[in-house]
């Protein structure tokens, strides 16, 4: 079952500092994403990897194509869906986990995941307690779940940011570099958090700089350059080419 279906995707982008120069990032882009897949853009630096992924989030407004979440409602394009309807979206299916957490300041990393648990539709009770399981399958120490997220490691951060995604997890989970920061037994947790999303039926669109993350998590590797996708199969295909 399709969660995920993009079609002619463009996106360019005019540098009005630079006399109006472009930059093309994606020059049509097709792709098709399940339930129960984890799909990993592989590429080298400037292919459109993160631009992908920042359309589907819609924090990029694509020029041309079609973004279609196959919600419980029935199918959505989020291009050209309305702010209140994209926000509604945003909070229920579709997350999006990138290197950095942006958290409201004097909140804790307990009430950021929490927060997003209740977005998922979880009353205060049970969302407490699924944020409460979350940070501790991330292994962040208990002592640090009500301080300020302004105070906490780059790595801390990125594990409150990666339980905030996936607790409760959406139909599909956007993830741009999620384990960048992360030491190795952290990064170890981390990864198996993201492998057991599959059995949920969640659908993964993922970034990783990481083959070994790659290797390990990806049913199918899509790999671009220049704006488009220039290759598709397992991961072994994908990475030997
Ligand atoms: N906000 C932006 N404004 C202007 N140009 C942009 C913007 N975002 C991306 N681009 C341009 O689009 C192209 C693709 O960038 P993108 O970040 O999608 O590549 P990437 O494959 O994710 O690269 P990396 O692996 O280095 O993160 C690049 O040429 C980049 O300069």
Redesign the pocket.
Same mark, same amino acid.
Do not use: I, N, Q
């Given at each position: 079952m399709d969660v995920l279906t993009i079609r002619g995707l463009r996106k360019t982008?005019t540098?009005h500092t630079i006399d109006g120069r472009t930059?093309?990032?994606l020059r049509g882009v097709d792709l098709d994403v399940a339930a129960g897949e984890h799909v990993a853009i592989a %590429?080298? +630096?400037?292919? %459109?990897? +993160?631009?992908?992924l920042?359309c589907t989030q819609r924090s990029?407004l694509p020029d041309e194509g079609s973004i279609v979440l196959h919600t419980a409602d029935g199918p959505v394009d989020l291009v050209g869906l309305p702010d209140r309807e994209l926000a509604r979206l945003r909070g229920r299916e579709l997350g999006y986990v990138s290197q950095f957490l942006s958290a409201p300041p004097r909140t804790g990393p307990w009430e950021v995941v929490a927060a997003a648990a209740r977005r998922r539709g979880l009353e205060r009770v049970e969302a407490r307690e699924a944020a409460a399981g979350s940070l501790r399958r991330l292994g962040l120490d208990e002592a640090l779940w009500d301080v300020d997220c302004g105070v906490l490691s780059g790595g801390e951060r990125q594990r409150v940011n990666l339980a905030a995604g996936t607790v409760r997890p959406p139909r599909l989970l956007l993830l741009d570099e999620p384990v960048s920061a992360l030491d190795p037994a952290n990064r170890e947790r981390a990864l198996e958090l993201i492998a057991s999303l599959a059995a949920d039926g969640v659908a993964v669109l993922a970034?990783f700089?990481d083959l070994d993350a790659i290797r390990r998590l990806a049913t199918r590797v899509v790999a671009?350059a220049d704006?488009r996708i220039v290759r598709a199969g397992s991961a072994e295909e994908v990475l030997a080419a």
């Open positions: 982008f540098l930059t093309v990032s %590429g080298p +630096s400037g292919a %459109g990897k +993160s631009s992908l920042r990029y970034v700089h671009m704006g």
